[in-house]
């Protein structure tokens, strides 16, 4: 499966943004999807994941409450709202599949920009 995420872009604190992934290939609605994010200097992390069906989410705790991952499965499409953003929240986002809700990721998207002025 391929991925294309795209949204990223400048953004005050206090604001928000969202992103969106788009998936072409394989059968999208056969895989858990994930965000991740990395900041300069700093590995990458674990942001967001959405269960096959839509109907489980779980988050990092650093954005727990602020952000909400979806999908549409009609669309082939995740996404990832990002509200009361933070400077702390300045990264390269990454979306990603993975076979199982809580297994590896099995293909990786390029990433997408995201910078918070203080």
């Known amino acids: 499966v391929q991925l294309q995420a795209s949204g990223g872009g400048l953004a005050q604190a206090g604001g928000s943004l969202r992103l969106s992934c788009a998936a072409s290939g394989r059968s999208f609605s056969g895989y858990a999807m994930n965000w991740f994010r990395q900041a300069p200097g700093k590995e990458r992390e674990f942001v967001a994941a959405?269960?096959?069906?839509?109907?489980?989410?779980r988050y990092s705790d650093s954005v727990e409450g602020r952000f909400t991952i979806s999908r549409d499965n009609v669309k082939n499409t995740v996404y990832l709202q990002m509200n009361s953003l933070k400077p702390e929240d300045t990264a390269v986002y990454y979306c990603?599949?993975?076979?199982?809700?809580?297994?590896?990721?099995?293909?990786w998207g390029e990433g997408t920009q995201v910078t918070v002025s203080s």
């Open positions: 990603a599949a993975s076979n199982f809700y809580y297994g590896d990721v099995a293909y």
């Open positions: 959405i269960s096959r069906s839509g109907d489980s989410t």
